[in-house]
Nanobody, 115 residues
Framework: QVQLVESGGGLVQPGGSLRLSCAAS????????MGWYRQARGKERELVAL????????KYADSVKGRFTISRDNAKNTVYLHMNSLQPDDTAVYYC????????WGQGTQVTVSS
């Protein structure tokens, strides 16, 4: 059974930081591309960041480049999203993603950026 369990979301002030975590199980974690998507209220789901299985190559949406960092710990089957300089426009539900099979998403964790 594939499981992706996100944690670390919450309420943060503009300019603040959060770290999201995704604990994965049910597949060979180290061989899969992992990532984060987000969906803001009334908007379509968008890709935030990807980290490939080989060499840790990363990709970022232009809107978060320079502010967010994706990383993975293959020994812990965990992928992280470090978010800095958060803006109100970053408010969304954030979903962990795995490329296993045709792709899986977790249940999501809410990030709210507000003063």
């Amino acid at each position: 059974q594939v499981q992706l369990v996100e944690s670390g979301g919450g309420l943060v002030q503009p300019g603040g930081s959060l770290r999201l975590s995704c604990a994965a199980s049910g597949f060979t974690f180290s061989s899969q591309t992992m990532g984060w998507y987000r969906q803001a209220r009334g908007k379509e789901r968008e890709l935030v960041a990807l980290i490939l299985s080989i060499l840790g190559i990363t990709k970022y949406a232009d809107s978060v480049k320079g502010r967010f960092t994706i990383s993975r710990d293959n020994a812990k089957n965990t992928v992280y999203l470090h978010m800095n300089s958060l803006q109100p426009d970053d408010t969304a539900v954030y979903y962990c993603y795995s490329s296993f099979h045709q792709g899986y998403w977790g249940q999501g964790t809410q990030v709210t950026v507000s003063s």
